[in-house]
C-alpha cells in the first residue's frame, strides 16, 4: 500500500494566496471573538454595575442602622444618668435629713438630761420627760415625713427621664410597624 498524499487546498494554491487565506481566516476569527466577547462584556459591566449599586446601598443602610443603634444607646445611657444623678441627690438630701435628726436628737437628749439633774420633785421630773418622749416623736414624725417626701421626689423625677425614653421607643417602634404595613 503506497501512502497517498493528502492534498489539500493550501498544498494546490501558489504561496501568495495562502498567506491571504491565513490573514482571511485570522480577520474572521477576530471579528468573531470581538462580536461576541463584545455583548457578553457589556452584560458583565452591567451585572458588576448593578452589584456595586446594591453593595453600596446595602452599606449606607448598614451604616444608617449602626448610627441609629449607637444614637439609641447613648440616649439610653444618658437617661440612665440622669436617674442616678437623681437617685444620688435624693440620697444625699435623706442623708443629711437623718444626720440633722440625730443631731437635734442628741442636743435634745443632752439638754433634757441637764435639766433633769435639776428637778426638785418626781413630779416635774416626769413632766421633763414625757414632754421629752413627745418632743422625740414629733421630730421623728417630721423626720419620717420629710424623707418620704424625699423619697417621692427623687422616684418621680429619677423616673422622667427612663420614661421619656421607653415613650420614645415606644413611638418610633409605632412609626415603623405604621411605614411597614
Known sequence: ?????KKTIRSVM????????????????????????TPINKRMENKMQNAAEHIEKANQQISSHLQDAA????????????????????IKDVHETLFNSIQQSLQNAASTGKA????????????????YV???????????TKISEIAVRCSSQAAEPISARVSEVVEKVSNRTKNAA
Open 116 to 131: 433633769m439633774m435639776g428637778v426638785k420633785s418626781l413630779r416635774d421630773l416626769m413632766e421633763l420627760q414625757t414632754e
Open 1 to 5: 500500500m503506497s501512502k497517498k498524499s
Open 71 to 90: 444614637s439609641f444607646s447613648r440616649n439610653n445611657v444618658d437617661a440612665a444618668v440622669q436617674a442616678v444623678t437623681v437617685v444620688a441627690e435624693g
Open 134 to 144: 413627745k418632743s422625740t416623736f414629733d421630730t421623728l414624725m417630721a423626720d419620717g
Open 14 to 37: 501558489p504561496t501568495t494566496h495562502a498567506a491571504t487565506l491565513d490573514k482571511v481566516k485570522q480577520n474572521v476569527a477576530n471579528k468573531t471573538v470581538t462580536t461576541l466577547r
